[in-house]
T-cell receptor
């Protein structure tokens, strides 16, 4: 089955700790995205990557970092500089092929602060 | 800049009644439009999309939407809802190859 996997489903962070959220896709899409979802605020773009070894900041990149060393993988690190990390994090990949234009989402990771 | 406004944050409706979830967008160029559904603690699932062609778009689970360029709207409709349609619905807009911009979401609550 083709799709996007995110792990873990739940993640707990202690104060001052960096944590990494995993996102893997086997859809052969070039573009991948990370969003943060808070109640009543819709989805906000953190980082995106349109090709391997290249990525751009989204609207709320402060306190986050990413890498894109492989086409299939786009991990997100929530650093200790992110003071309010509790949220639902969604990874997506995108088919940019004309009539196939669609963004597909993973199941999400919920990050909680201890 | 593009923006999306979902006009209702919550829509309560009785089972088997019709429903319309409203979405307006602003953009100065051609756009692609999408509706996604999110069930609790899950990712977003594509319901339907408009890229070009017929302005009436049919999607999964009996939903449809109509693209109205003059009113810059893309309202989602279903003639008869089920309890299982209870979820949050997101409208989104993008320019071709651009970033996807989401509305704030509409919570649809279907009551027996």
């Amino acid at each position: 089955d083709g799709g996007i996997t995110q792990s873990p489903k739940y993640l707990f962070r202690k104060e001052g700790q960096n944590v990494t959220l995993s996102c893997e896709q086997n859809l052969n899409h070039d573009a991948m995205y990370w969003y943060r979802q808070d109640p009543g605020q819709g989805l906000r773009l953190i980082y995106y990557s349109q090709i391997v070894n290249d990525f751009q900041k989204g609207d709320i990149a402060e306190g986050y970092s990413v890498s894109r060393e492989k086409k299939e993988s786009f991990p997100l690190t929530v650093t200790s500089a992110q003071k309010n990390p509790t949220a639902f994090y969604l990874c997506a990949s995108r088919d940019l092929g004309g009539e196939r234009e669609t963004q597909y989402f993973g199941p999400g990771t919920r990050l909680l602060v201890l | 800049a593009q923006s999306v406004t979902q006009l209702d944050s919550q829509v309560p409706v009785f089972e088997e009644a019709p429903v319309e979830l409203r979405c307006n967008y602003s953009s100065s160029v051609s756009v692609y439009l999408f509706w996604y559904v999110q069930y609790p603690n899950q990712g977003l699932q594509l319901l339907l999309k408009y890229l070009s062609g017929s302005t009436l778009v049919k999607g999964i689970n009996g939903f449809e939407a109509e693209f109205n360029k003059s009113q810059t709207s893309f309202h989602l409709r279903k003639p008869s809802v089920h309890i299982s349609d209870t979820a949050e619905y997101f409208c989104a807009v993008t320019e071709p190859r651009g970033k996807l911009i989401f509305g704030q979401g509409t919570e649809l609550s279907v009551k027996p």
